[in-house]
């Protein structure tokens, strides 16, 4: 899924209000929580959002002799709704909608609401998301994590007119996003906090231009994703921009993007990916000269072109593995703050699992590799490894503790850069030649265990190097 989650890093004037509602303590973890067999709290979830709206879910009083109170038969009801769920997001939602008409004018509706919405996301359950989101949304509109949500889901629907409601929300949360970057230009941030929101609004326009483009309003779509590459140049971006413009028949401005793509420091570094460009080039080449005799100089004074504009840019992106071009010499951090080499895992067959807390398919996406690592488990060839991607780190341990996950954990570190994470959760398989022979972006429970299974053993097949 594009750009999931980016907008709930998006700044808003709700959050605080929300957390302080909701009883968050400084540090973003609640005071108190709602235990379940989940291990999951309401508040838990409802932490990340912003939500302006939402009524603290109180802690439970010490017993009087007078009656209990509608908060307290509410507090009853939700306990319960969480409890009897057993871990199963569906009979959680139908335990909240339960609890909805129960108690319709409940001052925790929104808070609610808000859970539904991010089980329903988890339990990939997109109508539901959008039932309850959009009425949400009616109370808070320029709700940013809400309109990412949103987007997701209605995207995901396939029908037109759902496409024409996800523009809709992610023209209003890119003005969202506009107006913090002119806010932070205003005020002079630093670079790096420039280029971190310059990336961001670039993602959100390769999003509604995806949604433009199957829409079938090309001319839209390759306007967003020329203000994506504006913003913030990739070698995904440029390769995008090479489709449009051969779609329209202008094969040279095709060749220049093709070109950006191929020539890109960090860019599209899988080798299907690479390939595919390769093959773009060579027969745009072959059409215009009749031959690739000339290509590799045009490629050469392509890259000395590109590199005097990005110059800035990558000089001013201090990333822990910079300059390496080679996943396997990257140098890690596990949990514990030791360093792990990836040049351990040379020549063996790896699962990469990229992920973050605020990403809930990503929780999911973990119970499942969690479940295939076990089937793999006495097999010393096959290698897990699970890298997050949050920016705020102090929350990630304890999440992980709470998860349960066995997997082996660091933090990426710019991989997802090299190795073109866009999406989360993405999951890559690399065979012993160190190339990338598996990829998926999002998850799909029906399939997913299958297809990762499936991959996995073939790959298993062969780890003598002979594959071609």
């Known amino acids: 899924m594009t750009a999931r989650g980016l907008a709930s890093r998006l700044d808003s004037s709700g959050y605080e209000e929300g957390l302080r509602m909701l009883g968050v303590g400084d540090r973003g973890r609640p005071r108190f929580v709602l235990e379940s067999v989940m291990g999951l709290s309401l508040l838990a979830i409802l932490g990340p959002l912003p939500l302006r709206a939402a009524q603290a879910v109180t802690p439970p009083t010490e017993k009087s002799a007078t009656a209990p109170t509608t908060a307290d038969v509410e507090q009853t009801a939700l306990d319960e709704a969480f409890r009897s769920a057993q871990g199963n997001p569906q009979v959680l939602i139908k335990n909240l909608e339960d609890f909805l008409g129960r108690f319709p004018r409940s001052a925790r509706r929104d808070a609610v ?69 002119s806010r932070a230009i205003a005020a002079r941030a630093d670079q790096g906090s420039a280029d971190h929101l310059a990336r961001r609004d670039a993602r959100l326009f390769d999003r509604r231009a995806a949604l433009y483009r199957e829409s079938g309003d090309l001319d839209r779509a390759m306007a967003d994703f020329e203000k994506s590459y504006a913003l913030y140049p990739t070698a995904r971006a440029a390769a995008q921009l090479g489709d449009f413009a051969l779609a329209k028949e202008d094969s040279a401005r095709a060749m220049d993007y093709y070109l950006t793509a191929f020539v890109f420091p960090g860019g599209d570094s899988d080798f299907e990916s690479r390939q595919e460009i390769r093959r773009k080039l060579g027969s745009l080449y072959v059409a215009q000269h009749h031959s690739e005799l000339g290509l590799g100089d045009l490629i050469l004074a392509h890259y ?148 990762l299974t499936a991959h996995l053993r073939e790959t298993l097949q062969d780890t003598s190097g002979t594959r071609q």
């Open 304 to 451: 000395d072109a590109l590199m005097p504009q990005l110059a800035g840019r990558l000089s001013a992106e201090p990333r822990p593995n910079g300059g390496r071009r080679d996943p396997f010499e990257y140098v890690l951090e596990r949990m514990d703050g030791t360093p792990l080499p990836l040049s351990t895992y040379r020549g063996k067959v790896l699962v990469l699992d990229f992920w973050a807390t605020w990403c809930g398919p990503c929780r999911l996406e973990g119970r499942l590799i969690e479940q295939v690592a076990a089937e793999f488990r006495a097999d010393p060839r096959a290698n897990f490894l699970s890298l997050n991607m949050d920016e705020d780190r102090s929350g990630v341990p304890s999440f992980l503790k709470n998860q349960g996950w066995t997997l082996p954990e660091a933090y990426a570190q710019g991989l997802d850069e090299l190795l073109n994470v866009r999406s989360l959760p993405t999951l890559l398989i690399f065979d012993p030649q160190g190339r990338v022979v598996f990829r998926e972006d999002g998850v799909n429970p029906g399939t997913f265990s299958n297809d």
């Open 113 to 181: 609401l808000r859970t539904i919405c991010t089980y329903a996301q988890e339990a990939n359950a997109p109508d539901v998301l959008v039932q309850y989101g959009e009425e949400l949304l009616a109370t808070t509109p320029a709700d940013p994590h809400l309109l990412d949500l949103l987007v997701d889901a209605l995207a995901r629907r396939k029908d037109q007119a759902s496409r024409t409601r996800a523009i809709e929300y992610s023209t209003r949360l890119i003005a969202i996003a506009e107006g913090e970057r």
